[in-house]
């Protein structure tokens, strides 16, 4: 079992950034997958982009060139920086682990962005 507790969210203007950073309870290291994913109102939870314990990434169509997923695993963190924010990327972000075919999840950090 893992922990998460998500940060780095807020409101900010179009075209500008945030870092969001996951810190678990436990190592990272041997997670089989490490996640973001996205809630907006009225809309179901997407992933956003999810990297393997291997480093293998991907993202969501709809933010390729704009964020960017990684992991320290020495700190137990996983980070996504998000650039070039629209006013779309508007939701709660929620940090996932997946290991052995179970999911945990993070109470969610909100990001708003005003146009």
């Known amino acids: 079992q893992v922990q998460l507790v998500e940060s780095g969210g807020g409101l900010v203007q179009a075209g500008g950034s945030l870092r969001l950073s996951c810190a678990a309870s436990?190592?990272?290291?041997?997670?089989?997958?490490m996640g973001w994913h996205r809630q907006a109102p009225g809309k179901q939870r997407e992933l956003v982009a999810a990297?393997?314990?291997?480093?293998?990434?991907n993202y969501a169509d709809s933010v390729k060139g704009r964020f960017t997923i990684s992991r320290d695993n020495a700190k137990n963190t996983v980070y996504l920086q998000m650039n070039s924010l629209k006013a779309e990327d508007t939701a709660v972000y929620y940090c996932?682990?997946?290991?052995?075919?179970?999911?945990?999840w993070g109470q969610g950090t909100q990001v708003t962005v005003s146009s």
């Open positions: 990297i393997t314990s291997g480093g293998s990434t």
């Open positions: 996932a682990a997946t290991n052995m075919g179970v999911s945990y």
């Open positions: 436990r190592s990272i290291f041997s997670i089989n997958a």
